[in-house]
């Protein structure tokens, strides 16, 4: 079936760096957008990060611009996240979330289970 | 990219209707139609529940149902249920390949 599947949570400290990865089954993964969306303990939503179907664009947001970097593995279905200068406000559960289609400005038709980043010393 | 504006919290009792909003700006909400609603449950992943302002995704219930007029978005959930408790979140294209979130809106079912 359609799934996304995120590793590479952890606890991490300030200024260090984090590496997550979203595996993806179950669709043609080189024809979706895929984007990173965060929670932070008990908040909302944050849109973090997209990339398109074949890589070519990525785009953040303003939060994590400078630090973060999306990246994705047509050949092994395989979305990335590296995080950089992790700062305590980055701590949150991150989740991968599929595009709904090229040209289209929707996504998150389908979801990872998450993963949890707490940055502490 | 700031949030949109959702109300914290509303109510309403089994088989009742009712409607969150979803305020934005003429960046945002007003411009696009690629505004989306998603339904969290505790501990769980966000789910779409409605996509492009009006559409609803295979599965989804037709008592979900979503609008737009100006720079407020709209959804409406008819006949609840007691499972329909959750938290609510709006999201919106902004142009410029980015997207932003409304704050959420927890929905209690009396």
């Known amino acids: 079936q359609v799934q996304l599947v995120e590793s590479g949570g952890g606890v991490v400290q300030p200024g260090r760096s984090l590496r997550l990865s979203c595996a993806a089954s179950?669709?043609?993964?080189?024809?979706?957008?895929m984007h990173w969306v965060r929670q932070a303990p008990g908040k909302g939503l944050e849109w973090v990060t997209v990339?398109?179907?074949?890589?070519?664009?990525?785009y953040n947001a303003d939060s994590v611009k400078g630090r973060f970097t999306i990246s994705r593995d047509n050949s092994k279905n395989t979305l990335n996240l590296q995080m950089n200068s992790l700062r305590a406000e980055d701590t949150a559960v991150y989740y991968c979330?599929?595009?709904?289609?090229?040209?289209?400005?929707?996504?998150?038709?389908?979801w990872g289970q998450g993963t949890l980043v707490t940055v502490s010393s | 990219q700031s949030a949109l504006t959702q109300p914290a919290s509303v109510s309403g009792s089994p088989g009742q209707s009712i409607t969150i909003s979803c305020t934005g700006t003429?960046?945002?909400?007003?411009?696009?139609?690629?505004v989306s609603w998603y339904q969290q449950h505790p501990g769980k992943a966000p789910k779409l529940m409605i996509y492009?302002?009006?559409n609803r995704p295979s599965g989804v219930s037709n008592r979900f149902s979503g609008s737009k007029s100006g720079n407020t978005a709209s959804l409406t959930i008819s006949g609840l249920q007691t499972e329909d408790e959750a938290d609510y979140y709006c999201?919106?294209?902004?142009?410029?390949?980015?997207?932003?979130f409304g704050g959420g809106t927890k929905l209690t079912v009396l």
């Open positions: 492009e302002v009006t």
């Open positions: 179950g669709f043609t993964f080189s024809n979706y957008a």
């Open positions: 003429s960046s945002d909400v007003d411009v696009y139609t690629y």
């Open positions: 990339i398109s179907y074949d890589g070519t664009n990525k």
């Open positions: 979330a599929k595009g709904r289609g090229v040209g289209s400005g929707s996504f998150g038709d389908v």
């Open positions: 999201s919106s294209y902004t142009g410029s390949s980015t997207w932003v």
